[in-house]
């Protein structure tokens, strides 16, 4: 079985410091790992994903996220929040006999305060 | 990338009556999934909707209740059966194409309410 753990409900962070929301994961064999965001009345928007290669990837929006295989993780990131990052975080997993379904965890809210 | 629609945004409905949600894409696809999100909740995938056959559906999610159709590879539709306040949610299709390292982009959802 494939699953995604969020730890966090919320997320706040003043705008202009440093936004982290936590993702860990739990696959058999290697994961394909995806960061999804979600603004109010919105269907979900792709931020970026890690396949293979280098554990640093890059996305939209200025985001970026980590993989981490030893401690089974991919913490999104950016160096300086915005206020109009605030939105639904979604991290998603697919292990290789996913059969391509996405695992989601269960989202954080993140509130950038001006 | 793909422009995917669905028909209606939003919708509310009286207990016991169907709603069928429309989605559309402006390319062919691969693959077109079906997810559910509860109020405050995640995204559960409800199934997958293959082209000229029946669906695929998770645990949980039966036929009768969600019956999925999928004409072609740009179209398909998820129908929401004798529906209760519990069916209230956001239903948002998916769409991908050959592998699951290929990303999966989503409809803006349909808001459906119960009363």
């Known amino acids: 079985a494939q699953s995604v753990a969020q730890p966090e409900d919320q997320v706040n962070v003043a705008e202009g410091n440093p936004l982290t929301v936590k993702c860990t994961y739990s696959?058999?064999?290697?994961?394909?790992l995806f960061w999804y965001v979600q603004y109010p009345n919105r269907g979900l928007q792709f931020l970026l994903k890690?396949?293979?290669?280098?554990?640093l990837v890059k996305g939209s929006y200025g985001f970026e996220a980590e993989f981490n295989k030893s401690q089974t993780s991919f913490h999104l990131k950016k160096p300086s929040a915005l206020v109009s990052d605030s939105a639904l975080y979604f991290c998603?997993?697919?292990?290789?006999?996913?059969?391509?379904?996405?695992?989601f965890g269960k989202g954080n809210q993140v509130v950038v305060i001006p | 990338s793909a422009v995917i629609s669905q028909k209606p945004s939003r919708d509310i409905c009286q207990r016991g009556t169907s709603l069928t949600i429309q989605c559309q894409v402006d390319?062919?696809?691969?693959?077109m999934f079906w997810y559910r999100q509860q109020p405050g909740q995640s995204l559960t995938l409800i199934a997958t909707?293959?082209?000229?056959?029946?669906?695929?559906?998770e645990s949980g999610f039966v036929i009768d209740k969600f019956p999925i159709s999928r004409p072609n590879l740009t179209f398909s539709t998820l129908t929401v059966s004798n529906m209760s306040p519990e069916d209230s949610s956001i239903y948002l299709c998916?769409?991908?194409?050959?592998?699951?390292?290929?990303?999966?982009?989503f409809g803006p959802g349909t808001r459906l309410t119960v009363l």
């Open positions: 890690y396949i293979t290669g280098d554990n």
């Open positions: 696959v058999s064999g290697n994961p394909y």
């Open positions: 390319s062919q696809v691969t693959m």
């Open positions: 998916s769409v991908g194409w050959t592998g699951p390292q290929d990303t999966q982009y």
């Open positions: 909707a293959n082209q000229g056959s029946e669906a695929t559906y």
């Open positions: 998603a997993v697919i292990g290789p006999r996913g059969n391509n379904r996405l695992a």
